[in-house]
């Protein structure tokens, strides 16, 4: 697992030339923070020196807030994940038992690469949460101090001004479409609070990858809570496009659902080409959630039509927990918590957008950005494979 640690013999000499006026410089796992008079313009490096970094103009602010230490006995002594073992599916499975042997209902738990961080569902006495899991300290905080992401803010239409990419992509019969084009919901009536009055709306994603199913029928991944009851998947949107299919499936707890594109449509599973790399990723499969596959701190990229190609970096990896008997064989939805770059952050339409490792593997799809902060949520794309769906290679057209 990706580790932060100082530089050799405590020399920061390097950090302290790329920014003037730095007060102090500090690993606090899992950034990189530099404490500064004022704050830099944008945009900020993603990282420095392989770390994400953080600025600061208060020397005692939290910059990121672990939570409460356990005060409880240590649990999975016989496993060492500080130097003798990685994360995997058997170390998470057993640290998730932990707490369900122990009833402590929790919302999820992610491995920073150095430390646990637990969300439990209510306020449990620090005297029950072990204060080490498999050699790593841990850290809870609840539900209530840490909220998700409210579907229901999502964007209702692209804003004006934003320069955001609504462009009508079926312009011919052989027209190919790619991971990153703009989708919409069917329109709907809201009351604005602020007038009182109604008007239709539309909620606006950005489409997936494309996948078979075991018998080798083609679909298109996009974000569940984009979409009205009906599984109308516009392109762009319901007022200046077309319908291009319908949601013929959701997949519990993930935020997936599985789109069955119109006949004749065409899908390639290669993003946007950009300056940079004019070809463009293309998408080849699927990267297990752990490593050696990803570790903290790798790079991964996305591309929607609300930022363009950005970069971000894994900070943890770990799950979260379902109750109801319906998040696939393990009760549990394997996910990354992402840092993206400064200056070109995710916005709520990102929803649905596949994100890549080096190699063009899919890592994940994009789930929801804090309002307050720049980690965000992403599912893992290995939960596909957990309800029958593998990536498709090639352009395919559906019929």
């Known amino acids: 697992?990706?580790?932060?640690?100082?530089?050799?013999?405590?020399?920061?000499?390097?950090?302290?030339?790329l920014f003037p006026n730095v007060r102090a410089a500090e690993v606090s796992d899992?950034?990189?923070?530099?404490?500064?008079?004022?704050?830099?313009?944008?945009?900020?490096?993603?990282?420095?020196?392989?770390?994400?970094?953080?600025?600061?103009?208060?020397?005692?602010?939290?910059?990121?807030?672990?939570?409460?230490?356990?005060?409880?006995?240590?649990?999975?002594?016989?496993?060492?994940?500080?130097?003798?073992?990685?994360?995997?599916?058997s170390v998470l499975r057993q640290a998730i038992d932990t707490f369900q042997s122990r009833k402590i209902?929790?919302?999820?738990?992610?491995?920073?690469?150095?430390?646990?961080?637990?969300?439990?569902?209510n306020a449990v006495d620090v005297k029950q949460l072990p204060y080490r899991i498999a050699n790593s300290p841990a850290f809870y905080r609840t539900v209530a101090e840490a909220p998700d992401g409210d579907p229901a803010a999502l964007r209702k239409k692209v804003p004006e001004g934003k320069n955001a990419d609504d462009s009508?992509?079926?312009?011919?019969?052989?027209?190919?479409?790619?991971?990153?084009?703009?989708?919409?919901?069917?329109?709907?009536?809201?009351?604005?609070?602020?007038?009182?009055k109604t008007y239709d709306v539309y909620d606006t994603t950005t489409s997936g990858i494309l996948v078979a199913n075991t018998i080798g029928d083609f679909f298109v991944t996009v974000a569940t809570h984009g979409f009205q009851p009906d599984g109308l998947v516009y392109h762009p949107n319901p007022k200046t496009?077309?319908?291009?299919?319908?949601?013929?499936?959701?997949?519990?707890?993930?935020?997936?659902?599985?789109?069955?594109?119109?006949?004749?449509?065409?899908y390639v599973n290669e993003t946007f080409g950009t300056p940079s790399e004019p070809e463009g990723t293309r998408i080849n499969g699927i990267t297990p959630p752990y490593p050696p596959h990803l570790r903290t701190y790798d790079a991964l990229t996305m591309n929607s039509p609300?930022?363009?190609?950005?970069?971000?970096?894994?900070?943890?990896?770990?799950?979260?927990?379902?109750?109801?008997g319906t998040g696939g064989k393990l009760g549990y939805i394997k996910h990354q918590w992402l840092f993206f770059e400064n200056g070109d952050e995710p916005v709520e339409g990102c929803c649905g957008t596949p994100l890549t490792d080096g190699g063009g593997a899919a890592v994940g799809l994009f789930r929801f950005k804090h309002e307050k902060d720049q980690y965000c949520l992403v599912v893992s794309a290995q939960e596909l494979r957990e309800y029958g769906y593998e990536i498709c290679g090639g352009l395919q057209q559906f019929t």
Not at 172 to 188: C, K, N
Not at 241 to 265: C, E, M, R
């Open 1 to 17: 697992m990706g580790r932060a640690v100082v530089p050799p013999r405590g020399d920061w000499s390097l950090v302290f030339d």
């Open 30 to 89: 899992p950034f990189l923070t530099i404490e500064v008079p004022t704050l830099p313009p944008k945009p900020w490096p993603l990282t420095v020196g392989g770390l994400p970094l953080q600025f600061s103009t208060d020397a005692n602010a939290e910059v990121f807030k672990k939570g409460l230490s356990g005060r409880g006995p240590k649990a999975l002594n016989e496993l060492d994940l500080h130097s003798k073992i990685d994360l995997n599916d």
């Open 105 to 121: 209902p929790i919302r999820d738990i992610f491995y920073f690469g150095g430390f646990w961080q637990v969300t439990t569902i």
């Open 168 to 196: 009508f992509y079926v312009t011919a019969s052989d027209a190919i479409l790619r991971p990153g084009i703009m989708v919409s919901s069917s329109l709907y009536t809201i009351v604005d609070p602020k007038d009182n």
């Open 241 to 266: 496009g077309i319908l291009i299919g319908n949601i013929v499936a959701s997949l519990p707890h993930t935020d997936i659902s599985i789109v069955k594109l119109k006949p004749g449509l065409r």
């Open 306 to 324: 609300f930022t363009g190609k950005c970069e971000g970096q894994v900070l943890a990896v770990g799950a979260r927990i379902t109750d109801d």
